[in-house]
C-alpha cells in the first residue's frame, strides 16, 4: 500500500504535507506534489494536515481520483521525470514538470 495525491491538490499545492512526511517522500512538480509509493511508509501524517482534503491510502481512494495511483508512481518514471526512487527528497528533486494527464487539467485561480 502506498498514499496518492489526488486532484484537490492542483493549481494549490501548498507543500504543508511535505512539513510532516518523516521520510520526506513527498516530491514537488510543477502544479501538484506527488507522493514517491515505494518510499511512503503508510503512516498517514499528511492526510490529516491537507487542507483540501487531497491524500489517501491507495486501497480506499475514491473511484474518480483512481487514475491518481498511476499518477503519482508515473511521475517518477522515464516518462516524467526519470527520478526513481530517490531515497527522499532533496532541492535537486523539484520540477516544472507534471504527469502528461495533470498538465491537460484546465488551471483553477485558487
Ligand atoms: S503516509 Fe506518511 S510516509 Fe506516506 S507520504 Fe504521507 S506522511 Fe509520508
Ligand atoms: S497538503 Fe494537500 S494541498 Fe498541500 S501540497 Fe500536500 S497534498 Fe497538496
Not at 60 to 66: D, H, K, S
Request: net charge negative.
Amino acid at each position: 500500500m502506498a498514499f496518492v495525491i489526488a486532484e484537490t491538490c492542483i493549481d494549490v499545492k501548498d507543500g504543508v504535507c511535505t512539513e510532516v512526511c518523516p521520510v520526506d517522500c513527498i516530491y514537488e512538480g510543477g502544479r501538484m506534489f506527488y507522493i514517491q509509493p515505494d518510499e511512503c511508509i503508510d503512516c498517514a501524517l499528511c492526510v490529516s494536515v491537507c487542507p483540501v482534503e487531497a491524500i489517501y491510502p491507495d486501497d480506499r481512494i475514491p473511484e474518480q481520483y483512481r487514475p491518481y495511483i498511476a499518477i503519482n508512481a508515473e511521475f517518477f518514471e522515464d516518462k516524467v521525470t526519470g527520478w526513481g526512487s530517490p531515497r527522499g527528497f532533496e532541492p535537486e528533486y523539484r520540477t516544472d514538470k507534471d504527469h502528461p494527464l495533470v498538465e491537460k487539467i484546465e488551471r483553477r485561480d485558487i
